[in-house]
């Protein structure tokens, strides 16, 4: 039996987002879900954080959506990877 250990609910939804790597370095990802403190995001193509990275995320669906500093608390290979925001 797994239990699931998450402080937040997670709500699938999927939604185009911009994500900063570096002030050079921009790509739009799609999100899988997310919670009150963070978001997995789809990324197959290739590895393009590292755990422990900071990003900025924005979501593409409102207009001047404010941007998140993140950290990148899992890398799943092949799936994507999901940040924590910094508040």
């Known amino acids: 039996m ?3 250990q ?6 699938a ?3 185009n987002i911009r994500v900063l790597t570096s002030p050079q370095s921009e790509v739009i990802l799609e999100m899988r879900d997310f919670s009150e403190t ?8 290739e590895v393009i954080v590292e755990r ?5 995320v924005q979501t ?4 001047d959506a404010p941007i998140l500093l993140s950290e ?11 940040v924590k925001f910094l508040l």
Request: hydrophobic share 40%.
């Open 38 to 45: 963070g978001m997995f995001l789809f990324c197959t193509d």
């Open 72 to 82: 990148v608390v899992r890398v799943e290979p092949n799936l994507g990877f999901a």
């Open 13 to 15: 939804h999927r939604a």
């Open 52 to 56: 422990g990275n900071k990003v900025e």
């Open 6 to 11: 998450r402080d937040y609910e997670r709500i």
């Open 2 to 4: 797994t239990t699931n």
């Open 60 to 63: 593409l669906e409102i207009d």
